[in-house]
């Protein structure tokens, strides 16, 4: 069955070159051309990955994902034409998973797309091993992890973590007490064809922190081990 993207762009001429390029990959292709359609069109096809403009009429970008984020789980790339690098960390910590910057090449975002779609399908194919009790669940102080249904409960409250948020906090589990460096976190969890740097980890650990701690400016799962990288606690 064909993947189904969301292409929400408000620049006419791109969006029809990256809606022909896509669909010549294979994928089924829904557009939004502002905020608020991107909204409805996300809703009503529950895509499997969405390439969101920042830079768009009604409601930006930015404010679209940071909604999205808490309603749905799918694969967000971004797509900005601006350099400076707030710009993108704003757009990770509001729960985008990639981005690019224009102008980029046809090649580099089919090529990001693919590694998105690969990298979701196979955290939630290798997350089903059995680890602490298989399909019961990962047990980290009082959450519980249950990756059949892609599901993080605390308290029996559920969690809204974004894919990259569930991503990074299932490699832990795996591997709690475990210290691992940024570099090695990029590798596993957003895969070697990602385009980013070590910044990115530090946000979703400080995002996925504010979600999964007690009291996030005192962290006692997700530790930082100083010079090193992170490491998740029983």
Not at 56 to 75: D, F, T
Not at 151 to 164: A, D, H
Not at 182 to 204: A, C, E, M, P, Q
């Amino acid at each position: 069955m064909a993947r189904t993207i969301a292409l929400v762009e408000d620049d006419p001429n791109l969006l029809d070159v990256l809606r022909f390029n896509l669909v010549r990959e294979g994928y089924e292709v829904v557009v939004a051309h502002d905020g608020e359609e991107a909204l409805a069109v996300a809703r009503s096809s529950r895509p499997d990955l969405m390439i969101l403009d920042i830079m768009l009429p009604k409601l930006s970008g930015l404010e679209v994902c940071r909604i999205l984020r808490n309603e749905m789980s799918m694969p967000i790339l971004m797509l900005t034409a601006r350099i400076d690098e707030i710009d993108k960390v704003v757009g990770l910590e509001m729960g985008a998973d990639d981005y690019v910057t224009k102008p980029f090449g046809l090649r580099e975002l089919l090529a990001r797309v693919k590694a998105m779609l690969r990298r979701s399908d196979y955290v939630q194919v290798d997350s089903t091993a059995a680890v602490d009790g298989g399909s019961a669940g990962i047990v980290v102080g009082d959450l519980i992890i249950e990756p059949e249904r892609h599901v993080v409960t605390r308290g029996g409250e559920e969690l809204n973590l974004s894919p990259k948020e569930y991503d990074l906090l299932v490699y832990l589990a795996q591997n709690r007490r475990r210290t691992f460096s940024r570099d090695h976190l990029l590798d596993k969890v957003w895969g070697y064809d990602y385009g980013g740097d070590t910044r990115t980890v530090d946000v979703h650990v400080r995002w996925l922190r504010q979600k999964i701690e007690v009291d996030a400016s005192r962290p006692s799962l997700i530790r930082t081990v100083r010079g090193v990288g992170y490491k998740l606690e029983s």
